[in-house]
Structures are given as C-alpha cells and as structure tokens.
C-alpha cells in the first residue's frame, strides 16, 4: 500500500448577481448573468507520519491580505501556514474581493462566505483521506503568447511572439491505491484568463475555470488549478464566453496529455515533504514633489476633459469618469507620499512546497515569465511549478531590465493595486528569497 495519502474538495463560491466586477476598470455595470459558477477547491497531501500540505486554488482575481490571514488563522490547528498554498486562478470575470482603484467595492458578506468556503474545503480534504499513487507530468499549450509588444517606440499590452512564454502545462496526478481509479489531478499553467474583456458583466472563471470543468468530465476526478507566471502573458484568442470555452477545452487536453505522460514522483533521501514561507519587504520607489505634482495636473486634467466632452453619460461613459476620478485620488495619495519622502515596504509572500521529486515555488504577485523560469533554475528537483497569485498579490513584479522599457505593467498598473511601484532591485530579491525557500524546503542546494 502506497505511504502517499491525499484528500480533495470543492466548494461553490458562485457571488450574487448585482455584485461588482474586477479586473477592468471600465466595465460598464455590476454582474447580471452567470456564465459559469466560480469554486474553490483543494488537494491535500500526506506522506507517512508527515504533516500534510495543501493546494488550493479559487476562481478568483484575488484576495486580500486581510482574507488571507482569516483563513490561515481558522486552519491554524489544522494546517501550518507555510504548508498551505493559497492560489488564485486571477480570473478577470469575477467579483470584486480584494478593494482595487476603480474595480468597485467588495461585497463583504460575499468574501466572508469566500473565506469559510476555502476553510471548509480545507477541512474536508483532510477529513477524506486515502492511499493513493502519485505522478506527475508535463506537456505544453500554445494558449498563450507575450503580450509586451515594443509598438512605434513604446512597451504596449499587444502581442510579442519572440518575448517569453512558458509553454509547459504541468500535472500531478493522483491515482486511488485501491482501485487504481482516478482519484484527482493538479494542473498549473501560466497565461492571463482575459479571454473576454471589460464589457463582459457575466461571472465566470474563464479558462481555468473550464479546464477544471472539462478536465474533471474527462477523467472523472476532482480537478484543482494555480495560475503559473503570467504577468506578461495574454491569451491569443480574445473573444466572448465561446472563445472562453475553446480556450479551456485546448488547455485541458493538454493536461490530459501531461496526466497520460505522468511517472511515479521519486521520494530521495529524507523527508518526502518539505515546506517554507519568506516575507520580503519590497523598496518602494517614492517620487520627487515635482513628479507627483505633474502626475496630479495630469489626472485632473484628463479627469475634467473628460467630465466636459459628455452630456449625459451612457453607462459605458460612467464608467470611464469612475476610471478618471479614481486617478485623481491615486495622485493625492502619490502626492502624500512625495511630500513626506518616504513609505513603508511593501511585502510579498514567496513559499517553496516540496513534494518528493516535485516542487511548488509560489510568488505573492503578477510574476513574469522570467522569474519563474529562474525559480525553476534554482530548484534541484525534477519537475518544478512555478506560481504567481499565490497567499495574496501586491501587484506586477517586473525584472530589472523591464523598468527602462516602461509600459503598463511598469508605469501604469501599480495604480490600481496602491500608490507605489515597487524599486527595480525588486524581482531579485524576490529570486533570491525563492532560492531560500527552496533550500529549506528541500529543492534546492
């Protein structure tokens, strides 16, 4: 009989219709349809007499520091917190949980609900436990493409098809020991779930949301996601919910080839589980008064013209002014911040989970494709996931060499997560924190 032990569940965490939308600032209304339910669901794992790990993965742009240390506090006598992984799909259909500039307020009944769903599901996992075998495999997608494209002198959201892209689709495969039945599947993959854009008010998990769904029909096992290293990745078929459902489709059967691919995970010497979690405190880049005071001339400038070239508005135009005002908000506080010349780090999360031969490295943030490919570098196991939109998400965590080329995820998107960008030593040092976790964990070394 195999030591290896896992349980899995899901819950639904579908929000009321009426609820506000995140992921663009520009949508015209609240949601009014449902186009898929939203879920949260987890895998847990145990080898032997080993305290067990747990995956999670929710339909969700995000949630919110505050959010996350409720549910790490309800499962304090369940789970340690360095060996629960919170990751979020970051799809861009869904509600509003975590209070961004311009994406509305949070229901907050609806992220409380959130919040006892994942600690439910957590729970429940572990209550379900059995042997099972356990795999792992690798194939690829060609869902997503670079979208930092360079366009008549300037970085804009596009499409760059010699940037990078991580093309693997990554799988962990759980066989019931018993029976030999599928028992549940792991998946990660990194490209942006933006298939459908700001006018969409239909709540969906995107993508990932139908991989699990397709995925799970196929197999006939509960099916988890985490959302890769995809901050400068964007699918390359942009449409409505049926390109949602293509997309989905294309990136399960790449999954169900990396689940057919999949061999036994090696234990290697010592412990078959190891787990670590590293708070980094992030420089942030303060501007000069005159900076900021340009910034302000400029928001209000734009926030009045646009104010003036409407009569009464139409909803789309609402929206659009609710984009400018909060700009102007955005430079008071940036001007605050100039004028005292200083302000606290900013923190990220990085964790490293290993599971004999295979490796969890999860970031805190929008990580690019860059980061994760050097977090794999630093890994010494065999297969290794790189994660973002893992434990909370500060906002884009750009490489050093990102910074003089500028476009949104550098100049403009910060913006929108708080009133700071982060210095450009910022990456590194998140690099170097994942090199930590990955040696206490027992990846790396």
């Known amino acids: 009989m ?12 579908t929000p009321p219709l009426g609820v506000d939308m995140t992921g663009y600032g520009n949508r015209p209304g609240p949601a009014d349809h449902v186009l898929d339910r939203l879920a949260v669901r987890v895998l847990v794992l145990q080898h032997g007499d080993e305290p067990p790990i747990a995956l999670t ?12 240390a409720s549910i790490r506090g309800a499962l304090a006598g369940d789970i340690a917190p360095e060996r629960l992984l919170l990751n979020h799909s970051h799809t861009h259909a869904g509600p509003t949980t975590d209070p961004l ?22 729970r429940a996992a572990l209550g379900s436990m059995r042997p099972v ?76 949301g139908v991989a699990c769904r397709e995925l799970s029909r196929v197999l006939g096992c509960p099916v988890v996601f985490a959302q890769g290293c995809c901050g400068d990745v964007n699918p390359i078929r942009r449409g409505g919910y049926d390109q949602v459902v293509r997309v989905g489709r294309e990136l399960a059967g790449s999954a169900w080839v990396a689940w057919e691919r999949a061999e036994p995970v090696a ?18 880049r303060i501007p000069s008064v005159a900076e900021a005071d340009a910034a302000l001339a400029l928001a209000e400038e734009k ?30 506080d940036h001007l605050r911040v100039a004028r005292a010349g200083a ?48 434990n909370g998400c500060f906002g884009y965590l750009p490489p050093r060499d990102e910074y ?42």
């Open 2 to 13: 195999s030591e290896w032990r896992a349980g899995v569940a899901e819950a639904d965490i």
């Open 57 to 68: 993965g929710a339909d969700l742009l995000g949630l919110g520091n505050e959010q996350i």
């Open 101 to 122: 500039r311009a994406m509305g307020s949070p229901d907050w009944d609806y992220c409380r609900m959130v919040v006892r769903q994942t600690v439910s599901v957590v």
């Open 133 to 208: 075998h356990l795999s792992a495999g690798v194939s690829s997608t060609e869902i997503g493409l670079n979208r930092r494209e360079l366009r008549a002198g300037k970085i804009v959201l596009g499409e760059n098809p010699t940037g990078l892209f991580d093309s693997a689709v990554r799988v962990l495969r759980l066989d019931d020991a018993a029976t030999g039945a599928p028992f549940a599947c792991w998946l990660s993959h990194g490209t942006h779930p933006v298939v459908m854009g700001p006018s969409n008010t239909g709540i969906s998990g995107e993508w990932p």
């Open 267 to 284: 234990l290697g010497e010592g412990r078959a589980l190891g787990a670590a979690l590293e708070t980094v405190g992030l420089t942030p």
């Open 303 to 332: 926030a009045q013209a646009l104010t003036e070239s409407f009569g009464r508005p139409l909803t789309r135009d609402e929206s659009l002014r609710r984009v400018e005002s909060s700009a102007v908000r955005w430079a008071h």
């Open 343 to 390: 302000a606290d780090p900013i923190p990220i999360e990085v964790q490293a989970l290993r599971l004999g031969d295979f490796t969890v490295a999860a970031t805190g943030a929008e990580t690019f494709v860059a980061t994760g490919l050097a977090l794999i570098a630093r890994s010494k196991t065999r297969w290794t996931a790189p994660l973002g939109y893992s």
């Open 404 to 445: 003089p080329r500028g476009g949104y995820e550098v100049d403009g998107a910060y913006r929108y997560y708080g009133t700071l960008m982060v210095a450009d030593d910022s990456e590194a040092r998140v690099v170097e924190a994942g090199e930590r976790v990955l040696a206490a964990a027992g990846s790396a070394g």
